[in-house]
């Protein structure tokens, strides 16, 4: 049995975090995130790490990889929601038990614990080892990671993701919506529609069917969402319409319940054979489905919250994080970064009076595991 692990020194914990606060990091800003990088890969270097610069910006520390087991994965992003400038009017400051300021909470706080967490276990790593892959583009839907991230699942035994618990509560994230857009695009034939209307196939009438149909194919019980958001087409009044789109905005809670809309809106045709539909689009973040693996990694968290003398709970949430495409790869536990409040808000800040905790937690978990 290993004994618990030390709480971490908070003065250190809130310095490391001041650096990384300093260091504005906004998802368009590549130079600005390789400042955050490069301060969590001098950390990294430190600890006897390894690193790998890889394409898109997105960082890869590997400790105490050993190729004899799958290694632990810890995901973290370093660019914030936050513009340039924004530290003028939000500063970095500590006022009680609370830290402010841009991009602490979500998720400056997270990187931070874990390499506290990291030096905490330095040399004593778990079997297989850690790996932490830092991205540098979460805030805007993660297009250069992805293939990083997935990778990095499918090596691994374990995925912890390193966003925040839910907003001023001990939750860890347990599951996450899916979010997709769809595209519908008719096609028909144009003509005079006061000389030859039996010579045009309208593609507005062909929409308007589908907008019922597709919308029908929501399933509130079951978590998913189907709303047409945008339709457009036509053009002179005296046209039969020979175009046609439909914008759609998907939510689901399962992979099984994606396969099934996309399958039927596969399957939909057009009733008149002259109008040609096409689909395009699909989920930009699968759903992270609360299963088996997730439930096994929440237990061991809620029974080494438990040791350390505190309470977590467990919640499916509407948002996505980078968690959405580790979680059908591997098992996948969520919201492992520092308690607070306020995301994307002025009021972002982190609690102090429970940060610790849940730093020798995510310790205590990769000790288990
Ligand atoms: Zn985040």
């Known amino acids: ?64 990889e050993t190729g004899a087991a799958r290694p632990l994965l810890l995901l973290a992003h370093a660019d914030t929601v936050w513009p340039h400038g924004t530290l003028r009017a939000m500063p970095w400051r500590v006022e009680g038990d609370r830290a402010y300021g841009p991009g602490t909470y979500d998720m400056k706080a997270g990187l931070v614990g874990a390499f506290h967490a990291l030096r905490t276990l330095a040399g004593g790593w778990p079997r297989g080892g850690v790996v932490l892959l830092l991205t540098p583009d979460e805030e805007t839907g993660s297009a250069s990671s992805r293939e990083h991230i997935e990778a990095a699942a499918r090596e691994s035994r374990a995925a912890l993701v390193l ?17 997709g857009d769809l595209h519908l695009h008719f096609r028909g034939v144009a003509s005079h529609a006061g000389n030859k209307p039996e010579e045009g196939a309208s593609a507005i009438t062909e929409a308007a069917h589908a907008v019922l149909a597709v919308q029908a194919l929501a399933r509130p019980e079951l978590g998913t969402t189907v709303s047409v958001g945008r339709i457009a087409g036509g053009g002179a009044i005296n046209v039969i319409p020979a ?26 045709e057009p009733r008149d054979p002259r109008v040609t539909l096409t689909v395009t689009g ?35 949430v509407g948002g996505g994080s980078d968690g959405n495409f580790t979680a059908p790869l591997c098992p996948t536990l969520d919201g492992l970064g520092a308690p607070g409040d306020g995301a994307h808000a002025a009021h972002e800040h982190v609690r102090l009076d429970r940060w610790p905790a849940h730093v020798q937690l995510l310790t205590r978990l990769m000790q288990g595991l």
């Open 163 to 179: 966003e925040p618990p839910v907003a001023d509560t001990h939750a860890l994230k347990v599951g996450r919506k899916g979010v």
């Open 282 to 316: 699909g989920l930009n973040r699968p759903p992270f489905e609360r299963g088996p693996g997730t439930q096994v990694l929440f237990e061991q968290a809620q029974a080494a919250a438990r040791e350390l003398g505190f309470e977590v709970t467990g919640e499916v």
């Open 1 to 64: 049995m290993v004994s618990l692990p030390p709480a971490p020194d908070l003065a250190a914990l809130l310095e490391d975090l001041r650096v990384l606060t300093e260091l504005e990091s906004p998802s368009t800003d590549p130079a600005a995130i390789a400042r955050v990088m490069d301060v969590a890969e001098a950390w990294a270097l430190e600890l006897g790490g390894t690193v790998q610069h890889l394409s898109g910006g997105t960082r890869r520390f590997a400790f105490g």
């Open 243 to 268: 175009e046609c789109s439909l914008d759609a905005d998907v939510r689901v809670a399962t992979l099984a319940e994606a396969d099934r809309v996309m399958a039927a809106l596969e399957g939909l």
